[in-house]
């Protein structure tokens, strides 16, 4: 790869890299919010992800370009964007008082009073949590939100782990048809050279008819794959949320690199999967600390109004004075089991989600020393295939070189085509394998 080409795909990574922290910043000014770890963790994984294609990939700019599309428009992720907003906006309901009390009452019977008949009464009352209830409250609905954000966090790294599989995939169906066709062009080749030793005596119509049918096995192939081309595409246009028609533009060549990259599993235990649960077992908390709130008394102001009729047979001086009654209240929880068992139900809470968070390490860390393994077997496969290729490749020569003495055998030419067909299959499976497992390694230690 020249230093140009190098230098405008190193660039398009950095553009990409500049727009995924302005959406997170721009994340923060606005509605939605996270924890800056989690911010910073995004990046860094989009990074590793991207690092291959960089250097690997000959048109590296229209994956990362299709993966911001993924993430602008795939609809799994704008509904935990608005799953997080609806939650984020209930900070505002819960930061509110209890609803005044307003009473209006009119006496039919009218009860006579020194001053006077009494003829109506109004009233108004508000309670009033204990101090820091409404706080409480407001902690309690912050940790949820965070909880949820988590969600969005963890399904962006998913769909860049899908989007990147279904692009390997794509190239791997297109990389196989390349190799049908190239052997289909050699066997037509060899086609010609059966009809033409016919012609003197050293092949039969036998293998010029074995030949064809080869050629009609290795048609069919391609048809197939094909076909199975079209449905990954519909698939990889569908997390992008797009017509399911438009055609994708694969890179040509991916190559096995030389190195393979540093991997640093103890990145495992600040998984967004596993970071989800820390955020559960603090919403947790602060919802028993709501709870040991709410188990205060609550105080109440209130203030009556009662409109008194002066008496008309006397004369003094309060005659017909309205009553006014400022009030004081106190709701004391006197029958308090249900705090005690909500306290109950937050202690086995918190231990269900820590063994949740330890199943969950411990499926994450299976997954990733197999896909750790898998993909060495995925390198050694390579290896293995190349040589078997080369020795595939000189057994052809040898057998065409034959052809001069006049000894050429069609049935072990075959033999050896789909020898080759074979490990030319295996390689580009082998190189499918060895990125997607390096998907999921920069899934899970990044």
Aim: with cysteine.
């Amino acid at each position: 790869m020249s230093k140009s080409i190098l230098k405008d795909k190193s660039y398009a990574f950095v553009i990409l890299i500049v727009k995924l922290s302005q959406q997170l910043v721009s994340d923060k000014k606005g509605v939605i919010s996270c924890s800056s770890f989690s911010n910073f963790h995004l990046i860094k994984f989009v990074a590793l992800s991207f690092s291959f294609f960089i250097f690997h990939f000959a048109n590296a700019q229209e994956l990362t370009t299709l993966v911001d599309e993924a993430f602008a428009n795939n609809p799994e992720i704008q509904k935990f964007e608005i799953q997080y907003k609806i939650a984020a906006e209930k900070v505002n309901e819960v930061n509110t008082l209890p609803n005044t009390e307003f009473g209006v009452g009119y006496f039919v019977s009218e009860p006579e009073t020194r001053t006077g008949a009494q003829r109506f009464k109004v009233s108004a009352k508000q309670m009033i949590p204990w101090f820091g209830t409404i706080t409480a409250r407001k902690n309690y609905v912050n940790s949820l939100a965070d909880a949820k954000y988590e969600d969005i966090v963890i399904t962006k790294r998913k769909l860049l782990v899908s989007v990147s599989q279904s692009y390997y995939n794509l190239y791997t169906n297109k990389a196989k048809q390349k190799v049908l066709v190239e052997n289909m062009k050699l066997l037509k080749a060899y086609e010609a050279l059966a009809l033409t030793s016919i012609e003197v005596d050293k092949a039969s119509v036998v293998d010029v008819l074995r030949l064809q049918m080869r050629q009609n096995d290795l048609e069919q192939l391609k048809q197939v794959l094909m076909l199975q081309y079209l449905a990954e595409q519909t698939a990889f246009n569908k997390l992008l949320n797009r017509d399911k028609t438009i055609a994708i533009d694969v890179v040509n060549d991916l190559i096995i690199p030389l190195e393979n990259d540093l991997i640093n599993t103890e990145n495992l235990a600040v998984h967004p999967e596993l970071t989800k649960y820390d955020k559960l077992y603090q919403s947790i908390e602060q919802s028993e600390l709501l709870n040991q709130k709410e188990s205060n008394p609550m105080l109440g102001f209130g203030l009556d109004y009662i409109a008194v009729s002066k008496r008309t047979n006397m004369n003094f001086g309060d005659n017909g004075k309205d009553i006014v009654m400022p009030m004081v209240s106190l709701s004391i929880p006197v029958f308090s089991k249900k705090y005690k068992s909500k306290t109950k139900q937050n202690k086995l809470k918190q231990q269900e989600v820590i063994f949740q968070k330890q199943e969950r390490f411990n499926t994450l860390e299976t997954l990733l020393e197999k896909a750790i393994n898998d993909r060495v077997a995925a390198n050694i496969s390579y290896d293995t295939q190349s040589k078997n290729l080369k020795k595939a490749n000189d057994a052809e020569e040898i057998l065409i070189g034959s052809y001069e003495t006049g000894t050429i055998d069609f049935n072990d030419v075959l033999d050896i085509q789909e020898l080759q067909l074979k490990f030319q299959i295996n390689q580009i499976e082998s190189i499918m394998d060895y990125y997607i497992q390096t998907t999921i390694i920069n899934y899970l230690s990044y």
